[in-house]
């Protein structure tokens, strides 16, 4: 199974983004989805996740501004992004994690926010 990442690209301070997130097929046992995000010069830092199904957590920086979901059906993974600010400015990648240990990345979209 491989994700593939979507919906980057240039917005302006203010604006939206949805980024998507696709399997190329059907992972059982998930207990983790999530995106990180990794700026020039900076380490990787998790911005969002949806932990047992159930359960989401932010970041503090992108709380009220960012949400993510997850469509089963469809076996992908969303993150709308509002009020972007330049700070956003970076590289998304998802990930899924699953009970026992399996680990899938997608391969990362870029987001830039101008001011």
């Known amino acids: 199974v491989q994700l593939q990442a979507s919906g980057g690209g240039l917005a302006q301070a203010g604006g939206s983004l949805r980024l998507s997130c696709a399997a190329s097929?059907?992972?059982?046992?998930?207990?983790?989805v999530g995106w990180y995000r990794q700026a020039p010069g900076k380490q990787r830092e998790l911005v969002a996740s949806?932990?047992?199904?159930?359960?989401?957590n932010y970041v503090d920086s992108v709380k009220g501004r960012f949400t993510i979901s997850r469509d089963n059906a469809k076996n992908t993974v969303y993150l709308q992004m509002n009020s972007l600010k330049p700070e956003d400015t970076a590289v998304y990648y998802c990930?899924?994690?699953?009970?026992?240990?399996?680990?899938?990345w997608g391969q990362g979209t870029q987001v830039t926010v101008s001011s």
């Open positions: 990930n899924i994690r699953t009970y026992d240990a399996t680990t899938y």
């Open positions: 097929g059907s992972i059982s046992s998930i207990n983790f």
């Open positions: 949806i932990t047992n199904g159930v359960t989401t």
